[in-house]
């Protein structure tokens, strides 16, 4: 494509990133992005090493009786992962927390609710009421573009919170995303999960505080409990931490995927998804791999086939030729789960894309003679 007067976009030279990315991406003078630069930092590091330093930074919280750790679980391969890192590699004994959104597929529920048996631990399932989810759900794209902000919001606050009304000061996530993904960090840093991180990166800036007032779909703060993060003075109290396991592990989901099946009987998705090719991700949120991200697709002009590329690329199970023909199978494929949203929030067709396109970014889209979207695709690059 060649039209002068579409906006610029640039792919990364090793993977298939774009600089539209909705995550922070730099590229070096040979065009390498710096998730891909940071990715690369994984092979010169020394990981027993670095599991021992986490067996030190552990060591005090070990305790002769109840809970050592929590760790927020949605029942995916990296949630199986990451019990396993902790009880196997660390020997603490963890409680399980889960925020229930509502989305779950089937297999993705089964996954979750069988983790307490396979692990031998406990597990609180968080579960707000449904019409609020609903009303969260609308509310949440309108404001910002994101059905699934009650569900991220969820996810980043019940574990920290339980743990601060339990006094267990120690929480376990998986890998740190914005890293992971876009390079934000160094490996050789070693962030830890916050507040700041929590709003800024997991919640785009937006907080439970946002979600009240509103005349069209009103929510009242008192319904908002489940989403509120532990106070700055109950921080304190409890000397609460999240650490992040990808700092200290080479993180690869492919390599989780295949040992939790193995050892725990962890089951992927019966069915391919409809815009990605992997069927081992995100099986808690049917929305993750479906309508939340043909929204990203709306918004950024690249989809989860894009983000699993990468990945795959990065960590040498695909080239990127054969990245470059996943976007371009999967990126633009409008979901059949849709439909089920729009049942669920009872809106049209209509008002989804009236909605969707007042978020479509100036830096990827434009309109051509016909008034259709249209944006720089990598394979015309």
Same mark, same amino acid.
């Given at each position: 494509?060649?039209?002068?007067?579409?906006?610029?976009?640039?792919?990364?030279?090793?993977?298939?990133?774009?600089?539209?990315?909705?995550?922070? #991406?730099?590229?070096?003078?040979?065009?390498?992005?710096?998730?891909?630069?940071?990715?690369?930092?994984?092979?010169?590091?020394?990981?027993?090493?670095?599991?021992?330093?986490?067996?030190?930074?552990?060591?005090?919280?070990?305790?002769?009786?109840?809970?050592?750790?929590?760790?927020?679980?949605?029942?995916?391969?990296?949630?199986?992962?990451?019990?396993?890192?902790?009880?196997?590699?660390?020997?603490? @004994?963890?409680?399980?927390?889960?925020?229930?959104?509502?989305?779950?597929?089937?297999?993705?529920?089964?996954?979750?609710?069988?983790?307490?048996? *396979?692990?031998?631990?406990?597990?609180?399932? *968080?579960?707000?009421?449904?019409?609020?989810?609903?009303?969260?759900?609308?509310?949440?794209?309108?404001?910002?573009?994101?059905?699934?902000?009650? @569900?991220?919001?969820?996810?980043?606050?019940?574990?920290?919170?339980?743990?601060?009304?339990? @006094?267990?000061?120690?929480?376990?996530?998986?890998?740190?995303?914005?890293?992971?993904?876009?390079?934000?960090?160094?490996?050789?840093?070693?962030?830890?999960?916050?507040?700041?991180?929590?709003?800024?990166?997991?919640?785009?800036?937006?907080?439970?505080?946002?979600?009240?007032?509103?005349?069209?779909?009103?929510?009242?703060?008192?319904?908002?409990?489940?989403?509120?993060?532990?106070?700055?003075?109950?921080?304190?109290?409890?000397?609460?931490?999240?650490?992040?396991?990808?700092?200290?592990?080479?993180?690869?989901?492919?390599?989780?995927?295949? #040992?939790?099946?193995?050892?725990?009987?962890?089951?992927?998705?019966?069915?391919?998804?409809?815009?990605?090719?992997?069927?081992?991700?995100? #099986?808690?949120?049917? !929305?993750?791999?479906?309508?939340?991200?043909? #929204?990203?697709?709306?918004?950024?002009?690249?989809?989860?086939?894009?983000?699993?590329?990468?990945?795959?690329?990065?960590?040498?199970?695909?080239?990127?030729?054969?990245?470059?023909?996943?976007?371009?199978?999967?990126?633009?494929?409008?979901?059949?789960?849709?439909?089920?949203?729009?049942? !669920?929030?009872?809106?049209?067709?209509?008002?989804?894309?009236?909605?969707?396109?007042?978020?479509?970014?100036?830096?990827?889209?434009?309109?051509?003679?016909?008034?259709?979207?249209?944006?720089?695709?990598?394979?015309?690059?």
């Amino acid at each position: 494509m060649n039209d002068t007067s579409l906006p610029p976009i640039r792919w990364c030279s090793r993977c298939v990133y774009p600089s539209s990315s909705a995550i922070p #991406l730099g590229f070096n003078e040979q065009g390498v992005c710096t998730g891909c630069q940071v990715h690369e930092q994984k092979k010169g590091i020394d990981w027993k090493q670095r599991l021992d330093w986490l067996l030190e930074e552990v060591e005090p919280y070990r305790r002769p009786s109840g809970y050592e750790c929590v760790i927020g679980v949605s029942g995916g391969k990296d949630s199986y992962y990451q019990v396993h890192f902790v009880k196997e590699k660390l020997g603490l @004994n963890p409680l399980l927390v889960t925020y229930n959104g509502n989305n779950f597929l089937d297999v993705g529920w089964n996954n979750m609710m069988r983790m307490r048996e *396979v692990f031998g631990v406990d597990h609180i399932v *968080v579960s707000p009421g449904i019409d609020l989810l609903i009303r969260m759900n609308r509310l949440g794209f309108r404001k910002c573009g994101d059905m699934n902000w009650q @569900n991220h919001c969820g996810i980043f606050t019940q574990p920290m919170k339980i743990a601060c009304q339990m @006094n267990i000061p120690l929480v376990f996530w998986g890998e740190h995303g914005w890293t992971d993904l876009g390079g934000m960090l160094s490996m050789h840093d070693f962030p830890e999960f916050t507040y700041r991180y929590r709003k800024d990166q997991g919640l785009r800036g937006y907080d439970w505080y946002d979600f009240t007032g509103d005349e069209e779909d009103p929510i009242r703060e008192n319904e908002l409990e489940c989403f509120k993060y532990p106070s700055d003075e109950e921080v304190r109290k409890v000397g609460l931490r999240g650490l992040f396991i990808g700092m200290y592990d080479p993180w690869d989901a492919n390599a989780h995927a295949d #040992l939790v099946m193995k050892k725990y009987g962890w089951q992927p998705s019966p069915v391919p998804f409809e815009r990605t090719y992997r069927t081992m991700s995100n #099986l808690d949120d049917r !929305y993750e791999n479906g309508v939340h991200d043909y #929204l990203k697709y709306v918004k950024f002009g690249y989809g989860r086939a894009t983000d699993h590329a990468c990945k795959d690329i990065r960590s040498g199970y695909m080239t990127r030729a054969e990245g470059i023909e996943m976007v371009r199978k999967y990126d633009h494929v409008r979901p059949s789960d849709l439909d089920y949203w729009l049942s !669920y929030v009872d809106r049209t067709e209509d008002w989804f894309d009236r909605i969707a396109d007042s978020f479509r970014s100036p830096k990827v889209w434009a309109k051509d003679a016909a008034g259709q979207w249209v944006k720089r695709n990598i394979w015309d690059a």
